[in-house]
T-cell receptor
Framework: TQLLEQSPQFLSIQEGENLTVYCNSS?????LQWYRQEPGEGPVLLVT?????EVKKLKRLTFQFGDARKDSSLHITAAQPGDTGLYLC???????????FGSGTRLLVRP | NAGVMQNPRHLVRRRGQEARLRCSPM?????VYWYRQLPEEGLKFMVY????????ESGMPKERFSAEFPKEGPSILRIQQVVRGDSAAYFC?????????????FGQGTRLTVV
C-alpha cells in the first residue's frame, strides 16, 4: 500500500513555465519533507513542513502543507533547466518515526 | 562538516557472494534509515535503526538481508548470497533523535551490481 501518492509522475515543460507537484495521503503526518534527487546522487533535503497550513518559500519554490496535514504541494515559478530532477515527498506519521517516501515526480525543464 | 558517508559507491558481486554496505551517519545523529531504489523508481523503505537497536525492519526481506548499527562504527547492510534482483542503489539516511527532529539527510548511495 502506497501511503503517499505523488502526481504527476512525469512532467516535461518549457523553461519559464510554472508547475505544481502534489503529494497526497489518507494518513496524517507529523512532518513532511521534500527532496530533490539528481541522477547518480542521493536525495537532497529541500524543506520540512510541520504545521498544518504552513507555507515555506525557497527562492522560486513554494511549499505548502495542507491544513489537515495529509497533503502537500510544491510550486515552482519560472522553471529553469537546473530544476530538472526527481522530486520526492516523504512523511513521518505520529505512530511511527519511519520516513515514508512518495513515488516521485520526474521533472524535465527544456531550455 | 561531514555529511552522511556511504561506501563503497559502487560494488560488483557475483551471484552467491555477500555484499556489505556501510553507512557513517552525520555527527550527532543517532538514527539511520536504509532505502533501496531501482532505476526510474522512488525510494523503498527497508529498515530503521538506532544504535544497537532495530526499530523497524518491516521493509527488509526476511531472508538474506540483515542490518546493524553498533555502538561504535558505521551501520552495515548485509546481503548474503546475492541474486541479480538485488542489483539496485542502496541509500542510507541519518537523523537526530526523532522526538527532537525528524529531518533525514542522505548519503550518495551504493550502487550494487550483481553479475
Amino acid at each position: 500500500t502506497q501511503l503517499l501518492e505523488q502526481s504527476p509522475q512525469f512532467l516535461s515543460i518549457q523553461e519559464g513555465e510554472n508547475l505544481t507537484v502534489y503529494c497526497n495521503s489518507s494518513s496524517v503526518f507529523s512532518s513532511l519533507q521534500w527532496y530533490r534527487q539528481e541522477p547518480g546522487e542521493g536525495p537532497v533535503l529541500l524543506v520540512t513542513v510541520v504545521t498544518g497550513g504552513e507555507v515555506k518559500k525557497l527562492k522560486r519554490l513554494t511549499f505548502q502543507f495542507g491544513d489537515a496535514r495529509k497533503d502537500s504541494s510544491l510550486h515552482i515559478t519560472a522553471a529553469q533547466p537546473g530544476d530538472t530532477g526527481l522530486y520526492l515527498c516523504a512523511g513521518v506519521t505520529h505512530s511511527s518515526y519511519k520516513l515514508i517516501f512518495g513515488s516521485g515526480t520526474r521533472l524535465l525543464v527544456r531550455p | 562538516n561531514a555529511g552522511v558517508m556511504q561506501n563503497p559507491r559502487h560494488l560488483v558481486r557475483r551471484r552467491g557472494q555477500e555484499a556489505r554496505l556501510r553507512c557513517s551517519p552525520m555527527k550527532g545523529h543517532s538514527h539511520v534509515y536504509w532505502y533501496r531504489q531501482l532505476p526510474e523508481e522512488g525510494l523503498k523503505f527497508m529498515v530503521y535503526l538506532q544504535k544497537e537497536n532495530i526499530i523497524d525492519e518491516s521493509g527488509m526481506p526476511k531472508e538474506r538481508f540483515s542490518a546493524e548499527f553498533p555502538k561504535e562504527g558505521p551501520s552495515i547492510l548485509r546481503i548474503q548470497q546475492v541474486v541479480r534482483g538485488d542489483s539496485a542503489a542502496y541509500f542510507c539516511a541519518s537523523s537526530p533523535a526523532p522526538e527532537v527532529n525528524t529531518e533525514a539527510f542522505f548519503g550518495q548511495g551504493t550502487r550494487l551490481t550483481v553479475v
